[in-house]
Each structure stands twice: as structure tokens, then as C-alpha cells.
């Protein structure tokens, strides 16, 4: 496929292990700047791209729009196999791979569209950080049943790195931190740590979401 591509996205989101998937692909693309929390004019920057008004969002050269952070990732690396950021359909590590990109996804980023707006489930501005307490919780706690469940090599799913790995360094820095995640996934910290000192990413990091002072809180 040749052209380039367009993320729809925001420094620090969830366009963050697209732009690292397409950085390692070596593929031109292009960002466009989009916080739809924001609400206003950067909410209607995606109309017409995702009615469901969020990022991330990938345009490809073809002209297709393809939204869901999970799918995005999947789509990007089967359609460019030679790198190896996914098992191949036919390897054993295929079905963990599908299980815990869509366990990410569903279980644990799919949380902070309430945590970034209680509001959006419960009324009364008093209640809102009980919710966001909870519900961070919960997301340790998801990160503890993962941690549980797997056995890394150098990565996640063993001696190449994945997508999964991008995703899960991206989500695991978002609230309660990755200092909790650490305490709740010791299992997967030295690996995590790997894909965040891998020299193919550091400008990535840097630009998009740099390790500043007290980053880990």
C-alpha cells in the first residue's frame, strides 16, 4: 500500500502505539492533532471520520477510515507481516495475541471514557472521584488477572516485540500509573521497561509521550 497515512490523534492517547507501529513499519503518515475530550472545535475535527467522535482514528491512503485502537494495531500488522509485530495466524501464540489485544481494549482502555468524564454515568460532581477511585481500581486490578495469566520472553508473547507491547506500555503509563502497575504486574514490569528504553522508539517517546520528571506517579 503505498501513500500516506493520517492518525487522528493526541500526544499521550491512545494514537500513541500507532504512530510507534507505524514508526517501526517505516510507513509515511502524517499526524493530525484531535483532543475530542476537549469537547468544541476539536471534537468536530472527527466528523466524518468516527461518528463515535474519539481518537485514535486511522485514515489509510486508500481513503478508508479505520477507528478502535485494537483493530487498528491488528490491521497494521497483518498487513505488513515481515516486521513481525504479530504472531502469524498460524502460530500458537496467535490466539493470546487476539485474547489480550481485545482484553486491553475492552477491559481496561475502554474505562477511561468514564473516568475522564464521570459525568457521563453519574450526576452530582461530589461522587466523581469515589468513581474515578474505583474504577482505577478496577484497572489494576485487570492488569493484576493479565499479569497472572501470562509468561513473557523478552516481550509479551515472547521473543519479538508486538503490537501488544506497544499497547500495553502506552496504557499502563495512563491513570493509576504505571507505578501501581508495577506493583500489580511485577511479572510484566522488566518487560514493559524493555519496550520503553528500545532505541527504535525513543523519538517516538520523546515526541509523543516523553518520560518527564516523575512520570511513573
Known sequence: MTGTFVVYGAAGSGSVPIEAALSLLELPYRVEECAPWEGGQEASKLVGIN????????????GDVISESAAILIWLADTYPEARLAPALT????PAFLRWMTYVSSAIYALYWITDNPSRIIEGAEHHAAVKSRLFDRIAHCWELMEMQLRPGRYLLGEDLSVLDLYVATASRWSPGRRRFYEVAPGLAETIRRVDADPRLTAIWAERFPFT???ER
Open 51 to 62: 461518528p463515535m467522535l474519539q481518537v485514535p482514528a486511522l485514515a489509510l491512503p486508500t
Open 91 to 94: 502460530e500458537a501464540a496467535r
Open 213 to 215: 520528571r516523575g512520570w
